[in-house]
């Protein structure tokens, strides 16, 4: 009975990731007539069952790229969902996740085909993220390097790119890309559509130290760099160094003046801190300005310090 069960579990699985919702809802409902209360069947039909109810919601929309965007869109709601069941049975997730992007897929290469505009830098991101989502990552990097030629300093296509770099095994430059993202805007970050162990290990690191979902994109730059996952660095060109300078003279007003944003401006901060001290390291600066910079960070965060100087 156990091995009937098995076999249409897997079965559903295998006709997910062929974007087969119906025969995966068939051979669910099959297992569960075996087996009512089979934990991982029961898990399975509730997360089919959510994105049916999503998916069919598209036909409501009038454009094709509105679609993808709209079941790109659910991707997060789907997380609170899945914390509010309390169960996780990855290769469910992993079908899921197949048959999810491959829909919305779907409906931007509707896009591509009919429209002129090929180019438009969220669709790029858009399909990108896709392909990831499916596991073809050449297809991936392909789309997510167009649109990061077309937005340089986006943080949201930067953190993908270095996404599918990772899972790649390009590790060195995925810590690169991944430190520039968080550097420019942590909040753009969209830490639910990560899939790569080196930022999920992270973001669980940072999570585990009681950083609320908010404030944890803001804290992984800092712990990135305190454990040696953000370790590879870029000598910085004079127009950003005066830039970082004025982020910091920003941040450090913002600090004083407006406590009511310390959850973002004092991780943003030590960050910038920690660029400084790089960029001072990197041109032999005179170790008097290191030691400033040192001690500004002991003033606003002891702790981080303390970590940062052992």
């Not at 993220?129 to 296509?157: S, V």
């Not at 400084?276 to 008097?288: G, K, M, P, Q, T």
Request: aromatic fraction near 12%; glycine fraction near 2%.
């Amino acid at each position: 009975m156990n091995n009937s069960v098995e076999r249409l579990i897997q079965e559903a699985y295998d006709s997910l990731k062929a974007s087969n919702a119906t025969s995966a809802a068939v051979a669910l409902d099959e297992a569960i007539k075996v087996d009512y209360e089979h934990p991982e069947v029961v898990y399975a039909l509730k997360c089919l069952n959510w994105w049916a109810e999503r998916i069919k919601r598209t036909d409501e929309l009038s454009s094709a790229y509105e679609k993808g965007e709209f079941i790109l869109s659910q991707w997060k709601p789907f997380y609170v969902f899945l914390d509010r069941i309390g169960q996780n049975y990855e290769r469910c997730l992993y079908a899921i996740r197949r048959f999810v992007f491959a829909t919305a897929l779907y409906h931007f290469q509707e896009v591509v085909e009919k429209e002129k505009n090929q180019q438009e830098p969220v669709l790029l991101l858009q399909i990108g993220r896709c392909y990831k989502g499916c596991g073809n990552y050449e297809l991936a990097i392909k789309f997510l390097e167009q649109a990061a030629h077309f937005k340089r300093d986006d943080a949201e296509t930067i953190s993908e790119l270095a996404d599918v770099n990772a899972l790649l095994e390009e590790t060195r430059y995925a810590k690169v890309l991944f430190r520039e993202a968080f550097f420019l805007d942590p909040q753009a970050i969209d830490l639910r559509f990560m899939e790569s162990e080196l930022i999920i290990r992270l973001r669980d690191k940072v999570k585990s130290l009681g950083y609320s979902t908010i404030e944890a994109p803001e804290w992984i730059p800092i712990y990135g760099n305190l454990l040696g996952v953000f370790s590879v660095k870029r000598e910085l060109k004079q127009i950003e160094l005066g830039r970082l300078k004025q982020s910091i003279f920003s941040l450090e007003n913002d600090l004083k003046n407006r406590p009511e944003n310390i959850r973002f401006s004092k991780p943003r901060l030590i960050n910038r801190y920690f660029w400084l001290i790089d960029h001072y390291e990197n041109v032999r600066e005179e170790s008097a300005l290191i030691e400033e910079t040192m001690l500004k960070i002991r003033v606003i965060d002891p702790a981080i310090y303390e970590l940062y100087r052992n």
